[in-house]
């Protein structure tokens, strides 16, 4: 049965029975005067692209469908026309994956039965080698960008699309650092009819194979051949003959039975064009008034002629009309205009002034655009739109406080946000793509993992965090000091500071230490003995205590 034949089904029959009769009426009448896609783009009151539903949120009835291919051109279109939505997704990028998530191996050495110093040993071998194959443009199979820059498009497309995939290959050319090269696959290469059914949980030819607990098992995308023609291609989710993952589908379900994804910034594509559409009115209307000068402003004894009405005739203008050869002044109202047309393409600030009026004095014209509360309409806008994003909105347009306490607080409540993202892209992204390199390393033999084949032991070396760079510091002189306090009581490592400060080795680090700092004669921070306290840094008192507003 096809598609659009269960479609059909359950909207006619399911869908009363379930008590949404008025659902299956409308969309059986609709599946019956036309196609699946037409249905899906016109709308009706079901169908969810971003805009808003004529009858209101508290109308009852209401079970929008989700269309993901509209969803997902709409959306990309906000992201192109809206600088907002674009920022939304930008900052997004910066902040969860900014230079690149790399890979804190943590190995279980109680597990494995080995040391703990072999297990450090075996982790720093493996994160050096996978850092250089990470930071190599042959990690990707179009060598058009490196690891850390696919982590950044894959952060793009989750929140500007609401899903993406790659497709992992293996290559035995001998001039690459490991087998593994992975490329992106659009979503709409993945054809089908991606509806999300919010009154049930249903699941219709989205382009993507699943077996009977709902796994992926394949995937039907189509291709592009060199000549340029196009063609089906069905991909398997992992190789049957190793296991390895062939194809990664990463997005953030929504919904029960929800099998592909939708951008996050659907809620508010509405909002975004308006802001658009208002702020681009506020400036040409500065544009346009900022054409003109001055005018000539009227008093009660000469009131003002419109000086577009009646052209040819009324008050005339003090500048003589150009006479051609062979043309009366007759023919030009007695060789004077009072009105010219100009043509706004070379029309330029300051270059028209309005004299046709009947008397009066001369005077600057009035501007009044932006109005006054343009601002102020802008920014309560603006922040309605990062809360729905969980953004602050001093994040989303980079304007802080001079308040330490409220723009730290920003940064913290980003971040957290930033480490759910990170997490998620871990799960979908990093992980799998660390244990296939890792896989390729230990058959090539440059790394040893005894147990392997153990699903168990497997996971054990396998265990791994994947750290970014930290969170902006607004005074580095506070966070040294924290930093330095937590090591004393044991909460975190020398290494987590390295790895927090600018995402360095600590161990590295002490290494060059040791043979650096003997060079240094004197050694700048020595005293005679006494621990003298670094300088109070901005809105400290005495005590080191920050100073509220």
Not at 421 to 447: C, H, K, M, Q, T
Request: proline residues 6%.
């Amino acid at each position: 049965m096809t598609a659009l034949a269960k479609l059909r089904e359950w909207f006619g029959g399911t869908a009363r029975a379930a008590g949404y009769p008025a659902i299956g009426r409308a969309v059986a009448t609709r599946f019956s005067a036309g196609s699946y896609y037409d249905f899906a783009r016109g709308g009706g009151g079901y169908y969810h692209d971003g805009s808003k539903w004529a009858h209101g949120l508290g109308s009852t009835g209401r079970a929008p469908i989700l269309n993901h291919a509209a969803i997902r051109a709409n959306a990309r279109s906000a992201v192109h026309d809206s600088p907002t939505a674009r920022a939304i997704i930008d900052r997004y990028e910066q902040t969860v994956v900014d230079t690149g998530v790399r890979v804190e191996c943590t190995p279980d050495a109680d597990l494995l039965g080995i040391t703990q110093e072999r297990a450090a040993e075996w982790a720093r071998d493996v994160e050096t080698r996978f850092h250089l194959w990470a930071s190599s443009q042959l990690a990707t199979a179009s060598q058009d960008m490196t690891f850390y820059q696919a982590q950044r498009f894959s952060m793009r497309a989750r929140k500007r699309d609401g899903e993406y995939f790659v497709r992992l290959y293996y290559d035995s050319r001998r001039d690459l650092l490991n087998p593994l090269r992975i490329g992106f696959i659009d979503p709409n290469q993945i054809r089908g009819d991606a509806l999300t059914f919010t009154s049930w949980p249903q699941t219709c030819g989205d382009g993507i194979e699943r077996d009977g607990r709902g796994r992926e098992i394949a995937y039907n995308v189509t291709v592009t051949n060199p000549d340029g023609t196009a063609k089906p291609e069905r991909i398997t989710a992992a190789s049957p003959r190793t296991g390895l993952p062939l194809m990664l589908h990463g997005f953030a379900p929504e919904y029960a039975g929800q099998s592909r994804g939708f951008s996050p910034l659907a809620h508010a594509i509405h909002e975004f064009e308006l802001l658009t559409d208002f702020t681009e009115a506020q400036i040409k209307k500065a544009i346009l008034q900022s054409s003109i000068s001055m005018v000539a402003e009227p008093n009660d004894d000469g009131p003002a002629l419109n000086p577009f009405s009646d052209m040819g005739s009324g008050p005339s203008s003090a500048f003589e009309a150009p006479v051609e050869p062979g043309v009366t002044t007759d023919a030009l109202s007695g060789g004077q205009l009072n009105y010219s047309e100009i043509n706004d393409v070379n029309m330029r600030p300051g270059g028209v002034g309005v004299f046709n009026l009947e008397s009066g004095k001369l005077v600057p014209f009035g501007n009044t655009a932006p109005s006054e509360s343009f601002g102020t309409f802008v920014d309560a806008f603006v922040g309605h739109l990062a809360a729905s994003v969980n953004m602050p909105p001093e994040i989303l347009s980079l304007k802080f406080s001079s308040n330490y306490s409220a723009s730290r607080a920003a940064l913290i409540l980003f971040w957290r946000t930033a480490c759910v993202e990170r997490d998620e892209e871990a799960s979908d992204f990093y992980n799998p793509v660390f244990r296939a390199w890792l896989a390729g390393e230990i058959g090539s033999g440059r790394i040893s993992a005894p147990g392997w084949s153990d699903p168990r032991l497997r996971a054990a070396w396998c265990s791994c965090s994947w750290n970014g760079p930290p969170m902006p510091n607004i005074d580095p002189a506070k966070t040294a000091r924290a930093d330095m306090a937590y090591v004393q009581i044991g909460a975190q490592t020398l290494d987590n500071v390295a790895r927090n400060f600018n995402g360095s080795s600590g161990a590295a680090n002490r290494a060059k230490n040791t043979i650096q700092i003997p060079q240094l004669t004197p050694v700048p921070w020595a005293g005679s003995g006494s621990s003298e306290r670094s300088p109070k840094g901005e809105g400290e008192n005495s005590a080191g205590e920050v100073e509220e507003e």
